[in-house]
């Protein structure tokens, strides 16, 4: 099982990105998106059913980041719109093979796979 993730860079604040995670080797039932910026904790950000039916957002998050997946090649992506400073971090995704709802979908230590991550730079 793979997970890449890629789509990171240096950006402007207000400036859009998209987040792209390859994932291969194994069928999911869940995925995510988390982060982890310097000196802080790893955190989550969004995660979705495999087939959209559920979705849930960090509240930091919410009405800025969508998450999603291509039906042809079972990309995972996250666009992050309207980026700030404190967006800055490293940003990964993970999935998992079983099911997961509410809470335990913002869990990380409940998904089984993890990409390798891709920074985020956010310039004021």
């Known amino acids: 099982v793979q997970l890449q993730a890629s789509g990171g860079g240096l950006v402007q604040a207000g400036d859009s990105l998209r987040l792209s995670c390859t994932a291969s080797g194994s069928t999911f039932s869940v995925y995510a998106w988390f982060r982890q910026a310097p000196g802080k904790e790893r955190e989550f950000e969004a995660a979705s059913s495999w087939r959209g039916e559920r979705k849930y957002y960090a509240d930091s998050v919410k009405g800025r980041f969508a998450i999603g997946r291509s039906n042809v090649d079972n990309t995972l992506i996250l666009r992050v719109n309207n980026l700030r400073p404190e967006d800055t971090a490293v940003y990964y995704c993970?999935?998992?093979?079983?099911?997961?709802?509410?809470?335990?979908?913002?869990?990380?230590?409940?998904?089984?796979?993890w990409g390798q991550g891709t920074l985020v730079t956010v310039s004021s």
């Open positions: 993970a999935a998992r093979a079983a099911s997961l709802s509410g809470s335990l979908a913002r869990v990380g230590s409940m998904y089984d796979y």
